[in-house]
């Protein structure tokens, strides 16, 4: 992440997560049932990753985080009301999947949904 702060605001206001810690190295969320752990990208410096996470490389093209479980109309109530970009907004697949797709601060594609 490039900033804790920022992507925990983006996982509070527009996914609903539980905050469980949260500094500014590192935060352990949970969104829809899902434990995630966030890492500032400075905690990389010693891995392989740290040279394009300084170069400011585009992060997250082709990568969807899919949660089952969280509302799609209401997250794209609050991705709206916040500023985040919606990707493709609430609709029910052929699948029975009803979902939306938000961009995360970072560039990642989140897609969550209920069954239709």
Do not use: C
């Amino acid at each position: 992440m490039r900033d804790v702060s920022r992507s925990v605001e983006f996982h509070t206001r527009v996914l609903a997560a539980t905050v469980h810690y949260s500094d500014g190295d590192f935060a352990a969320v949970n969104v829809g049932g899902v434990e995630l752990m966030l890492h500032a990208d400075h905690t990389y410096d010693k891995h392989p990753w740290h040279a394009p996470l300084v170069r400011g490389d585009r992060r997250g093209v082709g990568a969807e985080l899919r949660v089952f479980g969280v509302d799609p109309d209401a997250l794209e109530r609050r991705a709206r009301e916040h500023g985040v970009s919606v990707i493709q907004p609430a609709s029910t697949k052929a699948h029975g999947w009803r979902e939306v797709m938000v961009e995360d601060p970072d560039g990642y594609l989140w897609a969550v949904g209920v069954p239709a």
